[in-house]
């Protein structure tokens, strides 16, 4: 089974800085994954599928980056509400499974 | 619009069976391409997805829970019910059910676009 291996664990930033959040594979998952991002008390909500395609409304300032092993989420300038938790994802067609990371907590420095 | 909403106890016993039941609207499992999950959260920790169930009763689970899980769908009252047995304190969690598409025109593909709020499960004596 595919582990997903998110770094780093919690990232600290202020407003308007730059994120990037790094998603580990431990095997190939060609471009099958997407990001998630989880406020607390809400359910999870969808920011990228297949590696690189935004979710309908999504803001441009979410980016998604990567193939086979490695996979990159980059907020270009974060503003108040994108301090969240997020996952990264994967599936697998053969068994069909889905694994997620373990998250990267994004907080406000 | 669509949405999901889960409903199910909040507390059961060890050893008890639950049974969780989304109902959903704004789209159909009969249609070709959909298709819903089930996915769960421990408190403060992270999500693991359970079992998916497809328009054409294609049925998939989790690799370590498959003993203990089924899922079932009923069409015609636009619900999906998640069997899970022998539950223990460990399963105490956020259950969330969720749809994903297949080859959907304007949808994402086989990602959970769409989730129900959750509903907390606690399982204790």
């Known amino acids: 089974e595919i582990v997903l291996t998110q770094s780093p664990a919690t990232l600290s930033l202020s407003p308007g800085e730059r994120a990037t959040l790094s998603c580990r594979a431990s095997?190939?998952?060609?471009?099958?994954l997407a990001w998630y991002q989880q406020k607390p008390g809400q359910a999870p909500r969808l920011l990228i599928y297949d590696a690189s395609n935004r979710a309908t409304g999504i803001p441009a300032r979410f980016s998604g980056s990567g193939s086979g092993t490695d996979f990159t989420l980059t907020i270009s300038s974060l503003e108040p509400e994108d301090f969240a938790v997020y996952y990264c994802q994967q599936r697998s067609n053969w068994p069909r499974l889905y694994t997620f990371g373990q998250g990267t907590k994004l907080e406000i420095k | 619009q669509v949405t999901l909403r889960e409903s199910g106890p909040a507390l059961v016993k060890p050893t008890q069976t639950l049974t969780l039941t989304c109902t959903f609207s704004?789209?159909?499992?009969?249609?070709?391409?959909?298709?819903v999950s089930w996915i769960r959260q421990p408190p403060g920790k992270a999500l693991e997805w359970l079992a998916r169930i497809d328009w054409d009763d294609d049925k998939y689970y989790s690799t370590s829970l498959k003993t203990r899980l089924t899922i079932s769908k009923d069409t015609s009252k636009n619900q999906v019910v998640l069997t899970m047995t022998n539950m223990d304190p460990v399963d105490t969690a956020t259950y969330y059910c969720a749809r994903a598409t297949i080859a959907v025109a304007g949808t994402p593909t086989d990602a959970f676009d769409i989730w129900g709020q959750g509903t907390m499960v606690t399982v204790s004596s």
């Open positions: 704004g789209f159909s499992l009969s249609t070709s391409g959909m298709c």
């Open positions: 095997q190939s998952v060609s471009s099958y």
